[in-house]
T-cell receptor, first 114, second 116 residues
Framework: AQSVTQLGSHVSVSEGALVLLRCNYS??????LFWYVQYPNQGLQLLLK??????LVKGINGFEAEFKKSETSFHLTKPSAHMSDAAEYFC????????????FGTGTSLTVIP | GAGVSQTPSNKVTEKGKYVELRCDPI?????LYWYRQSLGQGPEFLIY????????DSGLPNDRFFAVRPEGSVSTLKIQRTERGDSAVYLC??????????????FGPGTRLTVL
């Protein structure tokens, strides 16, 4: 069975500080991994994804994530937080050949303090 | 429009009533997904269409939920005899292939369903 765990339902950082949002997954086969961002009253927007190849992936708005198979993790980072980064972030796993549906974590709400 | 659209954006109904939620995917996208997002939770998979057929409906919670996609584009999620526990945001997503590849899913803004 597949599952996604996001540690910390709420994270607060100061503007300009490092952002680290944690995601661990459970999967019996190599997964595809995604991070989505959701702004209030808007749809989910893809930040970045890992499928194969380079384990460090870069996304939009300065975010990046590293796939670590040994740790079954896919943590999201950004070197310097901006006020506009305040949103809900979701980590998701997709297992190919199972219909491609996503299994989402419960989300992490990021607050950026000026 | 260029994105996935969903109507209505908000739906308030009474317990026991029937509701229909509509999703217009991105033109040309063959795969369409429905998810349900309850308050404080991540989206939960409901059903996946490849073309006109439901390729996987394992996420539908019970037989009160049903979805169709008769022409392979627009999809309707139908909920019979609504219950208060059905209150959630229903999300629709589409992708260009969905055939075991890592295609990005594009999400609509959702329909917020409230059952009184």
């Amino acid at each position: 069975a597949q599952s996604v765990t996001q540690l910390g339902s709420h994270v607060s950082v100061s503007e300009g500080a490092l952002v680290l949002l944690r995601c661990n997954y459970s999967s019996s086969v190599p997964p595809y991994l995604f991070w989505y961002v959701q702004y209030p009253n808007q749809g989910l927007q893809l930040l970045l994804k890992y499928t194969t190849g380079a384990t460090l992936v870069k996304g939009i708005n300065g975010f990046e994530a590293e796939f670590k198979k040994s740790e079954t993790s896919f943590h999201l980072t950004k070197p310097s937080a901006h006020m506009s980064d305040a949103a809900e972030y979701f980590c998701a796993v997709m297992i190919a050949n199972t219909g491609n549906q996503f299994y989402f974590g419960t989300g992490t709400s990021l607050t950026v303090i000026p | 429009g260029a994105g996935v659209s969903q109507t209505p954006s908000n739906k308030v109904t009474e317990k026991g009533k029937y509701v229909e939620l509509r999703c217009d995917p991105i033109s040309g996208h063959t795969a369409l997904y429905w998810y349900r997002q309850s308050l404080g939770q991540g989206p939960e998979f409901l059903i996946y269409f490849q073309g006109t057929g439901a390729a996987d409906d394992s996420g539908l919670p019970n037989d009160r939920f049903f979805a169709v996609r008769p022409e392979g584009s627009v999809s309707t999620l139908k909920i019979q005899r609504t219950e208060r526990g059905d209150s959630a945001v229903y999300l629709c997503a589409s992708s260009s292939m969905g055939l075991g590849l890592s295609d990005e899913q594009f999400f609509g803004p959702g329909t917020r369903l409230t059952v009184l």
